[in-house]
């Protein structure tokens, strides 16, 4: 599920062994009985927190837990787009200076806080946890600092939505061990992921959207995803990603909200500085 | 803030974590070609934004003639600067920091930063993700 950037295996481990995180010491930021959001985390908390609930027990059906720290992204093999998918992704080319260079994501809603919609948000997990409730499972995400319901009582997909949602609506049930969430009713603003081959481009969905998840909890603390896309007007057949999510374990959601008048700044001061855009 | 405290990281080894963190960038790196000599730029401290999306580092460097130049590089998000060690306090307005990067190619005063190292020897990594 990671993306398609290449990196041979020795290079790979490479960048592994000498990652920032791996540098860096236990931090003490946290006050007494705080603790770490799931991308705060050291490699050294990390580590230990994972040693510590290694073969615990666990029930199969309960995905309780905050999942994944630092991206859970779709496969990059996309199908082939529909003329008019090609149209959509086309049309989300980032602006050039004068000089042909990128001005990064411009047509990015990320960079303005637009929300980033579903399954964005779950693809570009800071940490995503899994609320269970009698009549829905709540899905928090860090990023964003919002959540999703998924029902489970039994209701069926809106026909004819009544408005389009960045989170769209969906419904959860259990297949055996295997919860299953199917929705629609998306907002077609958002992307379902910035194109991380060189991040130019983004893939666009249509409100024709309907994504099928299945999550399966194969130990405590890792959770098995697919999530299906079928969006008949961008692509020509559906796309499957397929990951195992680890439990990040030891921390516990902060707040990572966009901030509108920050992210004009930083793309101010930052972003069009950096490539000389006026 | 000990834990930051990476003293003697090899350059060499700075710039291999940068390629690991760009990854996972929030956004692409244009206008900075890596094949471009890193330069140094001695100054002192003008800002440390600690808020995401990405936290902000401006510094003051004079030039030749004199003028002062504000400089810009970044970090990661909070979040991710926190893993390395970084916290709301690592730099302080107004302190000396020798700043290695590679600097923009539109010539502008932007930089990928590579490494900080301040008054004391401390030397900090410095990477977008």
Redesign the interface.
Known sequence: MR?G?STSMPALL???M????V???????YPPGWL???????AQERTAARKGVEGREFNPRDISGIWGN??VELNIVVPPFTPKGKEMYDATRADE?A?G?????SK?G??ICDPLGYPRWFAYN?GMQFVVLPDRVLQFFELGHTWRDIWTDGRKLPENPPQPRWLGYAVGRWEGDTFVVESTGYDDRAWLQEDRR???WGFSHSDQLRIVERYRRTSYATLDAELTIIDPVVFTKPWTTKATIQLSAGTEL?E????TS??EA?NE???R????AK | MKSQRLRGAAFALVSIVMLGSALAAHHSQPGFNPNTKPIELKGTVAEYRWRNPHVLFFWDVKDPSGKVVRWVGEFGSVPSSIARGLTKDTFKVGEEVTVTGIPATAGTPAIQLRQIVKADGTVIGGAAD
């Open positions: 993306n950037v490479m960048l592994l000498l990652s920032p995180a540098l860096a010491q236990t931090s003490s930021v770490p959001c799931p991308r705060c985390q050291t630092n991206g200076t000089d260079v990128a001005v990064s994501n990015d990320m960079l800071y060189d991040r130019r902060w990572y909200l966009c901030v920050e992210s930083f001061q930052r972003l500085v950096q490539v000389g």
